[in-house]
């Protein structure tokens, strides 16, 4: 394959082909490296603009009920102090972010049954009365009855990320969950209305650059109108501890790719990578990337969604928080 014509065929339409999309995984020269990125760049100039959209986070609760290999919260985790947010903090703390001039909140979870599905309709209603802000959601699978409620109730989009296009590897990183409801959850949201974020760990125990593939294909494929992609960061009490962290480098192919297969797709510069890397969001925004997610989760609390250790922004006021990103962008 000759690198001249992939790089001109990523520009023009991005309709890359799986021995295409392996080539340019497999890529190892920095110079080689550089002109895909370059590409990723050029092709979000073209299609989203030189705006960094800007998504405040509050995780509103560490509970929850799965038993992902990979994840700090995991249900059999007992070694960190579980929280919810009360239903009137979250709505005051999103009136507060509204009057920052934040313009989308999203708020995340673990897999929290306490939060039935008329308490969360009733967080979308008070906050979509009370402020402009558009609101998304990240909570995991639940029933289509659920996810219908909340987008009456104003909800607008749903990161939902897919995990692993690979059935097999799928199933080896959630031994309690299924492929096929997954993808299940992800087509029912987008029938139901949703702008949908689908999204992977890049670097994850057991993925190899075949499933990475996987994930191009299914990004090109099924077109999210967002996309999560960080490395994977073992944390110490899963049973994924002592596998390797994702490389930046394969994390920026990956948005690369990402951003050609899609086009206009919103791209996260992910805290996970800025959490592996210090200038991590400003590589990702240079790769592909369009999208930062500042942490608004109350201190104390924050300390506490521990998905994978040394997070980001883990202590940081909001304050603090909202100047510094604006200065890295
Ligand atoms: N329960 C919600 C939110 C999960 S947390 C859901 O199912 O969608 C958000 C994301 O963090 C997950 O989708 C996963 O891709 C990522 N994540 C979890 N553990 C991680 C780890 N150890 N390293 C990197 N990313 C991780």
Redesign the pocket.
Known sequence: MNLDILIQKCESTGALSRDEILYALNLDSKTDIARLIGAADAVRKANCGDDVQIRALVEISNT?ARQ?L???IRAPNTHIHRYRMPPDEIVELAKELDQKGLRTIVM????DPYYTAEMVADIIGKIKRDTQMAVTL????RPESDYRLWKQAGADRY???H?AANRELYKALHPDSDYGQRMHCLHILRRLGYQVGA???IGAPGQGVEHLADDIEYFRDFQPDMAGI??????PDTPFADHPTGTVEMTLKMVALTRIVTRNALLPATT?IGSIEERGREMALEAGADVVMPNYTPLKYRVHYE??PNKRCITEDPAHCDSCMRLRI
């Open positions: 929850c992902c990979y994840c700090g995340q979870s673990g897999e990240c909570f995991g699978e990161l939902l990320r995990e999204g992977c760990m960080g490395p994977y960061i073992p944390h996970a998905i994978y």
